[in-house]
């Protein structure tokens, strides 16, 4: 099946700080990404579905301003969080949409990274 | 509102028997349904899937069987082996949405 890779895996930066995580489609081009966050005991929870080429479309909650997206070619789309705090500290995952997936439009996961803020 | 439920956020069952985990969804217009399996701090892998027209899909061990009617989704497992420990999420969509994920079942699976 379809690969999608994320970089790093797990990641430690001080309070106030920015990270950038990395998610790519390893095989195959995808025009939508999508970006999760999963708090412990919890359900995967939607930040954004980043369009290649446009502005990404945060749900509601999720501050633009701190989680910035940039889907700049069609294997690649970073998150970054701006001015890290330790309640940011979570498991991010993205996952792509293979377009070319014929039927079932299917999404593939990222293997994920773990954001602690210390 | 939450769309979808998994109302059993645990099950146990012993090795070689059946586990059955079951969905409940609210939003009528989902055109396919999928299950997802979640080792810790690794992202969801896809396991089976099956589309709003058909009521049974089976590959393999796994068999998803929806009920419309009842807005229902149960996946079957069986046998039962230990390394199918691990979080299930079930996850509705239509068109071109993001999933809606359950918050998932814990299964452990006793040898």
């Known amino acids: 099946g379809a690969v999608v890779s994320q970089h790093p895996s797990w990641v430690i930066c001080k309070s106030g700080t920015s990270v950038k995580i990395e998610c790519r489609s390893l095989?195959?081009?995808?025009?939508?990404m999508f970006w999760y966050r999963q708090f412990p005991k919890q359900s995967l929870m939607l930040m954004a579905t980043?369009?290649?080429?446009?502005?990404?479309?945060?749900e509601q909650g999720v501050e633009k301003d701190k989680f910035l997206i940039n889907h700049a070619s069609l294997t690649l789309s970073t998150l970054t969080v701006t001015s890290a705090h330790p309640e940011d500290s979570s498991f991010y995952i993205c996952?792509?949409?293979?377009?070319?997936?014929?039927?079932?439009?299917?999404?593939?996961f990222g293997p994920g990274t773990r954001l602690t803020v210390t | 509102d939450q769309q979808v439920k998994q109302n059993s956020p645990s099950l146990s069952v012993q090795e070689g028997r059946i586990s059955i985990l079951n969905c409940d969804y609210t939003?009528?217009?989902?055109?396919?349904f999928l299950w997802y399996k979640k080792y810790p701090a690794e992202g969801p892998t896809f396991l089976i899937s099956?589309?709003?027209?058909?009521d049974k899909n089976e590959d393999g061990r796994f068999t998803v069987f929806l009920n419309k009617s009842a807005k229902h989704l149960s996946l079957h497992i069986v046998p039962s082996q230990p390394g199918d420990s691990a979080v299930y999420f079930c996850?509705?969509?239509?068109?071109?949405?993001?999933?809606?994920f359950g918050k998932g079942t814990r299964l452990s699976v006793i040898a």
């Open positions: 996850a509705g969509y239509s068109g071109n949405t993001p999933l809606v």
């Open positions: 095989d195959f081009q995808a025009t939508t």
């Open positions: 099956i589309s709003s027209i058909k």
């Open positions: 939003n009528s217009m989902f055109d396919y």
């Open positions: 996952s792509a949409r293979d377009p070319w997936a014929g039927g079932l439009d299917e999404q593939y």
């Open positions: 980043s369009n290649e080429g446009s502005k990404a479309t945060y």
